[in-house]
């Protein structure tokens, strides 16, 4: 899918306040939210500050999100389970996936592999997307956002995003 | 100056519909003692959050002014937010450091803020004004006016160590914490 009908999906669905820490498979993503006025991006220092901005928007009334890469997940755990799932406070977290199938560089590895156990630790609802699947899997994770008040993830591995 | 004092000082002068972003632990529970609103979002984890929070309502609300309550050790563990926030100068937001030079919450250990200047680290992380405090008259007399200013704002408040005996826990749950606040954020 093309970056700019991924972000006409994010806002669609009302998620327009986001910040984050970059990772290369969603760089376009980033340059086009970064070009339109609709959105707000602000660039974290580490992704626990991204996630409390976030935070933060959602206290607002604003739909927020996150934008970071499964290495930063551990950065957020704390966040995660001390603050959005004891306070009921919702993100959209949108993490890439590198390490996918054990193919990338070493320090990867082991995220790659445990990235989707951590969330189901933490019972954080999450989706992987394919090819096909974009609008579904924003669609449905927005809902499950919505009604449960909880964090929720969308999977971005490489190579989806043009 | 007690940090019970600063805390009574403080919540004179800020205004009613400001939100005040607790930080974990004794200040969240001091605060929470000496001027429980609805207003004030407490923190009863997540060390080192409550300036990112604050980053996140301010950008929302510009017409609200934005208090942060850190302490030293969580201002300390949060760093990183001090350029950001002076990086998007943030016009409503206050910035305020009950400064022990202890971790409150867990013991009384030391923190290293004894021989750092916060005030300073945020005054190159490009906070518009700075301040420090030590002495509760001077506070009393300047935090009106200091508040008055276009933020980001720091204010340090060099305060002692040790602990209201007996002080109450929070006696809300995170989630009534959550729903009042927001309720009252317009």
């Not at chain 1, 959005?84 to 990867?108: C, T």
């Not at chain 2, 803020?113 to 992380?125: Q, T, V």
């Not at chain 2, 001077?138 to 007996?166: D, Y």
């Amino acid at each position: 899918m093309k970056s700019i009908d991924f972000c006409a999906l994010l806002k669609k669905h009302g998620l327009t306040f986001f910040s984050g820490v970059p990772c290369s498979i969603f760089r376009n993503i980033l340059i086009d939210i970064e070009n339109d006025a609709d959105f707000t991006y602000i660039p974290a220092v580490r992704e626990d500050g991204a996630l409390g901005i976030a935070a933060g928007g959602s206290l607002s009334g604003k739909r927020s999100g996150i934008l970071i890469q499964n290495s930063g997940l551990g950065n957020v755990i704390n966040g995660l389970t001390s603050l959005n799932l004891i306070y009921k406070i919702p993100v959209f977290m949108i993490i890439s996936w590198r390490g996918y199938q054990g193919k990338d560089a070493p320090e990867h590895i082991i995220m790659g592999a445990e990235m989707t156990n951590f969330l189901e630790t933490m019972n954080i609802p999450y989706k992987v997307f394919e090819e096909d699947n974009f609008e579904r899997v924003i669609s449905e994770l927005s809902v499950t956002m919505d009604s449960l008040k909880t964090p929720v993830a969308a999977i971005l591995k490489d190579g989806l995003i043009e | 100056m007690k940090k019970t004092d600063a805390i009574d000082i403080l919540c004179k002068d800020i205004p009613v519909d400001a939100p005040i972003l607790c930080t974990t632990g004794m200040i969240s529970r001091e605060v929470f003692t000496a001027n429980d609103r609805p207003n004030n979002f407490y923190m009863i984890g997540s060390m080192g959050y409550a300036s990112s929070i604050g980053i996140g309502i301010a950008l929302n609300k510009p017409g609200l002014p934005v208090f942060v309550f850190d302490g030293d050790g969580s201002a300390l563990m949060s760093l990183g937010n001090f350029p950001l926030i002076g990086y998007l100068q943030l016009e409503n937001f206050y910035h305020i450091i009950f400064d022990n030079e202890v971790y409150g919450s867990t013991g009384g250990q030391k923190t290293i803020s004894s021989d750092i200047n916060l005030a300073d680290i945020a005054k190159s992380s490009g906070y518009r004004f700075t301040y420090k405090f030590s002495d509760p008259q001077e506070l009393a007399e300047n935090f009106r006016n200091v508040i008055k200013n276009k933020g980001p704002v720091c204010v340090l408040i060099k305060v002692e160590p040790g602990n209201l005996k007996g002080i109450a826990r929070v006696s809300y749950t995170p989630e009534e914490i959550h729903k009042r606040f927001k309720s009252v954020l317009k």
